[in-house]
């Protein structure tokens, strides 16, 4: 079993590689060097949490979520390195298939109820980004499904495998059928004031767009920043307390001096605020509210200077 499990994520990893330097070449861009593709999957990850967690337990590896387990298996990187390094896969390597596979593994774990709903709601999502439209009853189901915290995950995990493989272009109703699923899942989010979905729907509605050529690019959030949601606050507020400790917590540990420490910390928080001030702009909240969120965030971190004089500029 466990042979097979690392078997699988071996094809997991080569074949979510090999979509990465497709995708870098097809823009003409350098190919990320190996350690670059394992620090973005390691923080994708989580690694730092999960080893923190399983370290003292390898027994128990076998109850780490499978996308999570890819990064405890180092090894499973050797027997790639040469197709990663020399941009290519093995002849006969079928990435779809290998993506296919590999996923497989994480649903067979799933117990039947969350399988059936993670399912329907990729099914949903696959047929509005391919143009077919969904039914009455499609919608209904949809909306029945996103009031489980799993089903609000696998909508996002839907949504976020179209980024992975560099597709961020959508056709019209594309556009117009994923807006309103957003929304819908937007009043599911306020109702359970779920701060980690709305971040994760937020990042990816500014992650899709609809190209229209001489206008211009209209991202996905402008379906959803009429939304209610958008102008509570606290809400963004909680958002970017989550936002902040989550990139805290997988820096890396260094040798370094109290104040090169606070150095560091500092500017990832003035990162978070300049990006969520940005954010909240888009989303249409007035600039003096955004000031009050920003500043008053800054100073329950105790940003020092010149960050916190930084950000009067932004």
């Known amino acids: 079993m466990e042979e097979e499990r690392l078997a699988k994520i071996q094809e997991y990893l080569l074949a979510y590689c090999s979509k990465e330097v497709a995708l870098a070449k097809a823009k003409g861009e350098n190919v990320p060097t190996r350690e670059e593709f394992v620090k973005k999957i390691s923080k994708e990850a989580e690694i730092g949490n999960i080893i923190a967690t399983y370290e003292p337990k390898e027994k128990q590896l076998e109850d780490i979520p499978f996308k999570k387990a890819t990064s405890k298996y180092e090894k499973v990187f050797q027997k790639f390195d040469f197709y990663y390094t020399k941009g290519a896969v093995p002849a006969g390597f079928d990435v779809e298939t290998a993506l296919k596979s590999a996923l497989s593994v994480a649903e067979d774990q799933l117990d039947e109820q969350t399988l059936q709903m993670t399912q329907s709601i990729k099914k949903i999502v696959t047929q509005c980004w391919d143009c077919k439209g969904t039914t009455g009853p499609d919608k209904d189901q949809f ?89 509570r606050l606290e809400l963004w507020e909680n958002t970017i307390k989550k936002a902040i400790d989550d990139e805290l917590k997988m820096a890396p540990v260094m040798k370094e001096s109290e104040a090169e420490a606070k150095m560091r910390m500092d500017s990832t928080i003035f990162g978070k605020l300049g990006t969520f001030a940005h954010n909240m702009l888009q989303f249409n909240i007035d600039k003096a509210k955004v000031e009050g969120v920003i500043f008053g965030c800054a100073k329950e971190r105790n940003l020092g200077e010149p960050f916190s004089g930084a950000l009067r500029v932004l």
């Open 143 to 231: 909306k029945k499904f996103i009031e489980d915290p799993r089903g609000r995950k696998a909508f996002a995990d839907s949504l976020n495998h179209y980024r992975k493989i560099g597709m961020f272009s959508m056709k019209e109703k594309a556009y117009v059928d994923i807006a309103e699923l957003m929304y819908h899942s937007m009043d599911t989010i306020q109702q359970f004031n779920d701060v980690e979905a709305a971040l994760n729907l937020m990042i990816l509605s500014q992650t899709f767009y609809l190209d229209k050529k001489q206008e211009g690019k209209m991202f996905l959030h402008a379906g959803i920043q009429s939304h209610p949601f958008w102008q």
